[in-house]
């Protein structure tokens, strides 16, 4: 930041100008924090009323590419205006938009069936639509006025510092105002910070040139306006990081590491390489650029390669290729950037890219892939865009004759075929168990001499992501009823000699014993051994033979087989393709065995349970994670009420807490201070037999109560190699509440 505005107030030296340097930096810099501050918050507000889809992220960044989309496109046809009239209309904008604070979510709540796909979109452009457009438009419009301001100085660096602001706004959300204010304390400060850009923008319309922009100036007349191929190419150079951030979004949470809010970090990514890409220093940004051909060859086809017992490095991998990719493909559009008068038709084709790059990753693939393939497509793309020049010159001179580089492509071609087909076959035993590392090392070498030419570079990196998961998952695809994508994440399932199991992402949810005879048996979380176990086995001492049962998250519907006769369950089930994988994929059998008649109850589990009838459950289990994504809203104090009110006196509450990365039991206990529960804590200890350890998994369940009675029946005489304890709140966590909730404190890594 401090470099940025001291460029800019260099460029502004002579008199009164080294001020001006530093107000339209810190105009810019204000305008785009508080744009990236809103984007979390509003979607933090909206988890209550939408539930907690792990999608909802992708969903509202797609909604905030289009309305930054709309503001570049209202920034754009201001251009035409002279830069005294530009700031009127906009600081007109700006106090009509006003008229929308304090920022929060419009008073409207979705039906049962309503569809996150729809309603997210809805939601949030109603809620922040004109604020969002009115901020958004700042950063190309105050650009132009430094020009004017300036008499024609470079107005691009100051996109640095616009870059900074986003970055700086959306990494103190999680960090700052999300742990320490309340939604409503959030949206004040929000207020705030608009009120203090709006003055700013009254203060940089003050010392515009009363004439406007002089367009006799050099920097404005010795080019000729882009031609389209020049801002088709802007377009496609912004499309794909755009895509990739998401798309590598979606692959950390679903198939490396699914930590909540682990979002951030791509896109805080994503803004900093603008700041590189587009600042007035340029060696890291060269030398990345340099680089980047060497980065795709070298971790490019590992991006996509399963390593379940490294997710960090995994995840390192991910976000260093991210941002390579990023700045070079910037700093592409940085180098063939127009002259100042064309800035606002460049920021407009770059806003349309993020938009379709956006479109791409989180609406387009999830209908047309049943895994996460935009990634490795994406990937591609980048190494077909980024620049490249040979790495040494007698190699230049072997492509330099064009009939020869034909030959050259299509034998690069044939040998990385041939490679891969041996490393994948593994005709020799030498080769097992060192197959892909070593067809994968012999193509990147291969490769590496094609740098410089684009179509056999890409050819060769098509060869090393195949051998790196890409051919197991193209033939996991091409098995009928194994993968099923939906809005909500990926599921996979698998077949082990005598077990199948489903996957959300990284994270089993449940696993049947094939062997004829066992297929009723009781697995992974839910064995007889687990808490949740334990309770309904002795459910029927406590409500009787006729106990109304709930569990939101179906999963592979092991927990129907506990049904007995005259018992009533429901399953409460956000995702219609979980249904088809549990009752009519034919992979699972737990619900047509144990209880086909069990209600199923499609919707956010919290909302259905607010629109059901108070003590009309006996019994209810919490276990709807998505792999080991929390969906927060379902932890909140208010969450524990809406329980509470459904539950009967003696009713039993089940919540599953096991996680890898998140210690969620303050969050419970805190939320049975406050909600006046009895809880006690179970560990399961049965799993860790090697006997068991294939079909039974280790897990942590909480049981919540508000009958003494009631808690000692179940908790009594717990089974060899399980054990309860009592569940006592953690001194200084406050739990969560719809107002204010963190994870920060439960990450294990920091505990």
Same mark, same amino acid.
């Given at each position: ?311 960090? #490095?995994?995840? =390192?991998? &991910?976000?260093? +290729? /991210?941002?390579?990719? $990023?700045? %070079? !493909?910037?700093? @592409? ?35 047309? #892939?049943?895994? =996460?393939? &935009?990634?490795? +497509? /994406?990937?591609?793309? $980048?190494? %077909? !865009?980024?620049? @490249? ?50 067809? %994968? ?311």
């Amino acid at each position: 930041m401090a470099t940025a505005i001291g460029a800019l107030e260099a460029e502004a030296s002579g008199e009164g100008r080294r001020d001006r340097g530093g107000l339209f930096v810190a105009t810019i810099f204000v305008g785009s924090f508080l744009l990236f501050l809103v984007q979390p918050m509003i979607a933090r507000m909206a988890l209550p009323r939408l539930g907690g889809a792990p999608a909802v992220w992708n969903s509202a960044m797609l909604v905030y590419q289009a309305l930054l989309l709309g503001g570049y496109a209202w920034a754009h046809a201001l251009a035409r205006l002279n830069v005294r009239i530009q700031s009127q209309v906009q600081l007109i904008l700006l106090a009509a938009a006003a008229l929308l604070l304090p920022i929060g979510l419009i008073a409207r709540t979705p039906s049962a069936d309503a569809s996150p796909v729809f309603w997210v979109p809805w939601l949030l452009l109603l809620s922040i639509g004109p604020l969002f457009l009115a901020v958004a438009a700042q950063a190309p419009l105050i650009q132009r006025w430094y020009a004017a301001a300036t008499g024609g100085r470079d107005p691009y660096p100051l996109y640095a510092a616009s870059n900074l602001g986003s970055f700086t706004g959306l990494l103190s959300y999680p960090l700052l105002v999300e742990p320490r204010l309340s939604l409503a304390e959030q949206s004040s400060l929000w207020t705030g910070g608009y009120v203090v850009l709006v003055v700013l923008t009254l203060a940089c319309a003050a010392v515009l040139p009363r004439a406007g922009l002089d367009t006799s100036d050099a920097g404005y007349t010795a080019e000729t306006p882009p031609a389209l191929k020049r801002r088709l190419w802007w377009i496609v150079l912004a499309a794909v990081p755009s895509g990739l951030m998401l798309s590598t979004t979606t692959y950390l949470t679903t198939d490396i590491v699914a930590v909540p809010m682990l979002w951030v970090i791509p896109l805080g990514l994503y803004l900093l390489s603008f700041t590189l890409a587009f600042g007035e220093r340029r060696g890291v940004a060269i030398s990345i650029c340099q680089l980047s051909p060497l980065i795709l060859l070298a971790i490019g086809g590992l991006a996509i390669y399963p390593m379940p017992r490294q997710p960090w #490095f995994n995840a =390192t991998i &991910e976000l260093l +290729l /991210l941002f390579a990719v $990023a700045v %070079a !493909l910037h700093s @592409q559009m940085y180098r063939t950037r127009p002259a100042p008068v064309y800035l606002t038709g460049f920021y407009l084709c770059m806003a349309i890219g993020g938009a379709l790059g956006g479109v791409f990753s989180a609406l387009i693939a999830p209908l047309v #892939f049943d895994w =996460t393939y &935009e990634h490795p +497509l /994406l990937i591609l793309a $980048a190494a %077909a !865009l980024v620049p @490249q020049s040979f790495m040494f010159d007698r190699v230049a001179r072997l492509w330099e004759d064009r009939a020869r580089a034909r030959y050259l492509t299509v034998a690069t071609a044939v040998l990385t075929a041939v490679i891969a087909v041996i490393a994948i076959q593994q005709p020799w035993p030498w080769l097992w168990g060192r197959a892909t590392w070593i067809g %994968a090392g012999a193509i990147a070498l291969l490769t590496f001499f094609c740098i410089g030419r684009r179509l056999p570079f890409v050819i060769g990196l098509i060869g090393i992501l195949l051998l790196f998961g890409g051919w197991d998952s193209i033939q996991l695809s091409m098995t009928p009823n194994a993968r099923m994508r939906s809005y909500f994440g990926i599921y996979t399932i698998r077949d082990d000699h005598d077990i199948r199991t489903l996957a959300h992402g990284t994270t089993a949810h449940g696993l049947q014993i094939l062997t004829p005879g066992r297929e009723r048996e009781l697995t992974s979380y839910y064995s007889p051994f687990s808490g949740v176990g334990q309770a309904l086995l002795r459910l029927p001492g406590i409500a009787g033979p006729n106990a109304r049962i709930g569990a939101v998250g179906l999963g592979t519907g092991t927990l129907s087989c506990y049904t007995r006769p005259g018992q009533d369950w429901r399953f409460y089930e956000i995702d219609p393709v979980v249904v088809r994988i549990a009752r009519q994929s034919g992979k699972f059998t737990y619900l047509a065995r144990c209880n086909p008649g069990a209600r199923i109850i499609l919707g956010d589990a919290r909302l259905s349970l607010e629109r059901t009838p108070p003590a009309s459950l006996d019994f209810l289990a919490l276990d709807a994670f998505s792999s080991d994504a929390v969906p927060m809203h379902l932890l909140t104090r208010e969450a524990f009420a809406a329980y509470g009110r459904v539950l009967t006196r003696k009713g039993l509450l089940l919540v599953h807490i096991s996680n890898r990365f998140l210690a969620l039991g303050p969050v419970v206990a805190a939320a049975a201070r406050d909600g006046g529960w009895l809880a006690a804590e179970y560990y399961d200890l049965i799993a860790r037999d090697s006997k068991s350890a294939r079909y039974i998994n280790s897990s942590n369940w909480i049981l919540m109560t508000r009958d003494a009675e009631s808690l000692r029946s179940v908790i009594a005489d717990p089974p060899p190699g399980g054990e309860w304890q009592p569940l006592a709140a953690e001194p200084g966590f406050a739990g969560w509440t719809d107002d204010h909730a963190t994870i920060l404190p439960l990450v294990k890594a920091f505990r």
